[in-house]
């Protein structure tokens, strides 16, 4: 099983969400959307995650009429919790190789 990796560029980002350029640039300015590749803003590549947040953050804007620094509050918060129930899924794991072998 090959796992492939998206990378889409800033033009295609801002097709696919129907959004523009400087809504991108604002988002990464806000930390919502964060490039993997790219000095300029015409060069930014983006990966899956970064497409996701982005798409997340324009329908929290959309949706509750948040402003975008409430937004970023908000990703940041989001993502935190994924990382934190990343780790706990990794330690429960643990736990039980750990329950097992005793």
């Not at 490039?35 to 959309?62: C, M, N, Y």
């Amino acid at each position: 099983m090959s796992s492939a990796i998206l990378h889409v560029s800033i033009s295609e980002l801002c097709e696919r969400e129907s959004v523009s350029h400087s809504l991108v640039v604002e988002l990464v300015d806000h930390d919502i959307a964060r490039p993997i590749e790219g000095t300029s803003a015409q060069e930014w590549v983006f990966d899956a995650t970064g497409a996701h947040w982005v798409k997340k953050a324009i329908r929290l804007h959309r949706d509750l009429e948040l402003d975008w620094i409430a937004v970023a509050m908000l990703i940041d918060l989001l993502r935190q919790k994924e990382q934190l129930e990343g780790e706990n899924r990794l330690l429960k794991q643990r736990l039980q190789r750990f329950l097992s072998e005793g």
